[in-house]
């Protein structure tokens, strides 16, 4: 079984920074693609940032120059750093990982940013 475990959230001030973890454990083989995707009280869930095996990056335009996503490949970390926090950043971050040809969530930090 694989585990996802989120870890980093916190209640900051608008234009702070935070850094979430995400570290996979258990039966792992080929990450492919690590990503993060939030939640907002009664909005849908959405991509934030995502990063392939190959590098490749991707962010969701509201973030973009603000949020760094990275890898510790020989821990099976994912990392999403935040920076310049604004108030509509406020959400359940939660990590996602394809090992393989399955698909993994983990429980979700709550990131709240105050005006």
């Known amino acids: 079984q694989v585990q996802l475990v989120e870890s980093g959230g916190g209640l900051v001030q608008a234009g702070k920074s935070l850094r979430l973890s995400c570290a996979a454990s258990?039966?792992?083989?080929?990450?492919?693609?690590m990503g993060w995707y939030r939640r907002a009280p009664g909005k849908q869930r959405e991509l934030v940032a995502r990063l392939t095996s190959t590098g490749t990056t991707y962010y969701a335009d509201s973030v973009k120059g603000r949020f760094t996503i990275s890898r510790d490949n020989a821990k099976n970390v994912v990392y999403l750093q935040m920076n310049s926090l604004k108030p509509e950043d406020t959400a359940v971050y939660y990590c996602?990982?394809?090992?393989?040809?399955?698909?993994?969530w983990g429980q979700g930090t709550q990131v709240t940013v105050s005006s």
């Open positions: 996602n990982m394809q090992i393989e040809y399955s698909y993994y």
């Open positions: 258990g039966s792992i083989s080929n990450i492919n693609v």
